[in-house]
Nanobody, 125 residues
Framework: QVQLVESGGGLVQPGDSLRLSCAASGRTFSSLAMAWFRQAPGKEREFVAAISRSGSTSYYADSVKGRFTISRDNAKNTVYLQMNSLKFEDTAVYYC??????????????????WGQGTQVTVSS
């Protein structure tokens, strides 16, 4: 069983930056494809970014492309989401997800087997 613990959320102003972290345990981290999803109030959960096991492949939702960067440190069992130029519409609970069946799991929620509890990001002036 894989445990995922997110951290780094908080209250920021538009234009600010924030870095989320997700620490994994319970399985060799380099065997997991990782991703970030988010869920805004009253909306369905949506894909944000994904990264392959080695970190060589990544993919972003159009809404965050050019502003967010996903990365991973397999030695630290951690995946990151660097969020720059934050906007009001980035307000959401951000979830870390791990998939054990694919080298790169993409943007489909069904490809991910494990989920964190989420961390709140609020962008407000």
């Amino acid at each position: 069983q894989v445990q995922l613990v997110e951290s780094g959320g908080g209250l920021v102003q538009p234009g600010d930056s924030l870095r989320l972290s997700c620490a994994a345990s319970g399985r060799t981290f380099s065997s997991l494809a990782m991703a970030w999803f988010r869920q805004a109030p009253g909306k369905e959960r949506e894909f944000v970014a994904a990264i392959s096991r080695s970190g060589s492949t990544s993919y972003y939702a159009d809404s965050v492309k050019g502003r967010f960067t996903i990365s991973r440190d397999n030695a630290k069992n951690t995946v990151y989401l660097q969020m720059n130029s934050l906007k009001f519409e980035d307000t959401a609970v951000y979830y870390c997800a791990a998939g054990g069946s694919y080298y790169y799991a993409g943007q489909q929620e069904a490809n991910y087997d494990y989920w964190g509890q989420g961390t709140q990001v609020t962008v407000s002036s």
